[in-house]
């Protein structure tokens, strides 16, 4: 499935490279949540590691078109529920941040704003792994604090959502992966 993900405002080759580097971590750790198994007694996940990228062809996050202009977009390719999951979050940062009221307090909040962010996409992977049925066993206190340190880096996604260079993001039907 497409995902589009309307953009505008500065870019650079920096924000490109690690925007997209951002969205393929994204895709590769909601992917090894829906394809991974959970094993309780030895309370470990199998699967590929996210941070080395998919074996298989099919789970690899393509950049199919880059528009950039003023706005412009970009269309990326992958299983279609992962799009969907990743549609689900951008969405969720961009309807975050359009209903700020002062501007003025998001320079003085950034850093919590950042940090606030970061603990809502946790809990959105949270009940992403719990809806697959292959959450660990844990509380969501537990949960966070081991998933920390093994979540994608999102901080360019939040960052260009922050600064308004990410404008929205929809799905469209065509280019699917099997």
């Known amino acids: ?31 090894l949540v829906q394809e991974s198994t959970f094993y309780p007694e030895i309370g470990r996940v199998s699967a590929y590691g996210f941070r080395h990228g998919p074996k298989d062809a099919r789970y690899r996050l393509i950049v199919k078109r880059i528009k950039f202009s003023s706005p412009g977009f970009t269309d990326i390719i992958g299983l279609a529920s992962v799009m969907r999951e990743i549609r689900e979050l951008i ?32 809990r959105e992977l949270y009940e992403i792994e719990k809806e697959s049925g292959r959450a660990m066993p844990l509380d969501a206190e537990k949960f966070f604090s081991l ?15 922050l600064e308004g260079r990410i404008k929205s993001v929809e799905l469209k039907g065509e280019d699917t992966i099997e």
């Open 1 to 31: 499935m497409t995902l589009r993900i309307e953009i505008d405002g500065e870019w650079d080759a920096a924000d490109f490279a690690t925007f997209f580097k951002s969205l393929d971590d994204l895709h590769n750790y909601i992917t």
């Open 91 to 122: 969405q969720f940062l961009i309807l975050f941040i359009s209903n700020r009221e002062d501007r003025k307090l998001q320079r003085e909040k950034g850093k919590l704003e950042i940090a606030q962010l970061r603990l809502g996409l946790l």
């Open 147 to 161: 998933k920390s340190n093994s979540l994608p880096d999102l901080d360019p996604l939040i960052t260009a959502a």
